[in-house]
């Protein structure tokens, strides 16, 4: 993976898988300890104990198709690889949150890449799912429910390539007047 | 053209556009239209398959086809990724392997438009003689 929107794009299919019915994805910024925090939080199926210690495990996965799982591996591996953390919190019947630290300023920062797109994305593929989409930054704060947003659209499909194109532009002229990471 | 930055700008363009909306014959059922799923796995996504997946929501749009564009998970050909699962009414579903941009062109002009068939294909199931 290139940027940290392809993990997001990745992690995020395991919270669809799970049955979600919300999912969050949030960018918490923190230039004092030179700390961004990625997080994929679901209301899915959830995982015990058991499954958690296995999930990060290239070669364990639950689906049937292949026999290896490399989502969660590979960004556990980019977070640490900056000086970061990984965790995985997760309750059966709850859901999951899956947590990446990443040091801002580390050489091998992936940059976040295309997250507008990413997001505008998911929200068309799986618009029967809620997201919610919030990025902390030192200058402010943006947040982004589908909710919300297709309230705003109601009457017009959010396919149509004028509607595609405003959503994508709002959500990047957001995240530049708060000065998001990139 | 002003800058989108609210929920509220988002709605003047809504009624905007609602109002340039051709209203189309075909109701929205899904078994009615093409289905389009695009392999968004950790290797698809590796191999460039949001690019895909992009270029099929524009295309098909711009050529005003009825499609619901999806992703799917890992659908276990990991080594031909980006792959696309076509599903066309009435027709069992075929699925592609190494979709680029110029692939999916060949693939939307050429299999959704006229059904005709685009090298590449993966066979996902067979008869033999036994069967």
């Given at each position: 993976m290139k940027t940290i929107s392809e993990h997001i794009l990745d992690i995020v299919q395991n919270s669809i898988r799970a049955n979600s019915t919300l999912i969050e994805i949030i960018f918490e910024e923190n230039k004092l300890n030179d700390l961004c925090i990625v997080t994929v939080k679901d209301n899915g199926d959830g995982m015990d104990e058991e499954l958690v210690q296995l999930?990060?495990?290239?070669?364990?996965?639950?689906?049937?198709?292949?026999?290896?799982?490399?989502g969660l591996s590979l960004l556990q591996q980019h977070a640490k690889q900056t000086g970061g953390f990984f965790e995985i919190q997760s309750k059966q019947g709850e859901g999951t949150a899956v947590r990446a630290g990443f040091?801002?300023?580390?050489?091998d920062r992936q940059p976040v890449g295309d997250i507008a797109e990413v997001i505008y994305l998911l929200m068309l593929s799986h618009a029967e799912i809620r997201w919610i989409f919030r990025h902390q930054a030192e200058k402010g704060i943006f947040e982004l429910d589908s909710e919300e947003m297709l309230k705003s659209i109601?009457?017009?499909?959010?396919?149509?390539h004028r509607i595609r194109d405003a959503v994508i532009e709002l959500i990047r002229n957001n995240l530049d007047e708060i000065e998001a990471m990139k | 053209m002003n800058k989108i930055k609210s929920l509220a700008d988002l709605q003047k363009l809504k009624e905007e556009v609602r109002s340039q909306i051709r209203l189309r014959?075909?109701?929205?059922?899904p078994e009615q239209l093409v289905q389009v799923k695009v392999g968004m796995a950790t290797c698809g996504i590796a191999s460039g398959a949001r690019d895909t997946m992009k270029f099929f929501v524009e295309e098909l749009e711009r050529q005003a086809i009825d499609a619901v564009v999806t992703q799917t998970g890992c659908m276990g050909f990991c080594y031909a990724e980006p792959t696309v699962e076509i599903k066309i009414p009435g027709k069992e579903p075929v699925v592609f392997g190494f979709v680029n941009r110029q692939k999916a062109e060949e693939i939307i002009n050429q299999?959704?438009?006229?059904?005709k068939m685009v090298d590449g294909i993966i066979p996902l199931s067979f008869k033999t003689i036994d069967d």
């Open positions: 999930a990060v495990d290239p070669f364990f996965t639950t689906r049937t198709t292949r026999k290896t799982g490399l040091r801002i300023s580390s050489i109601e009457g017009v499909p959010l396919k149509h | 014959e075909n109701s929205e059922n299999y959704i438009k006229k059904g």
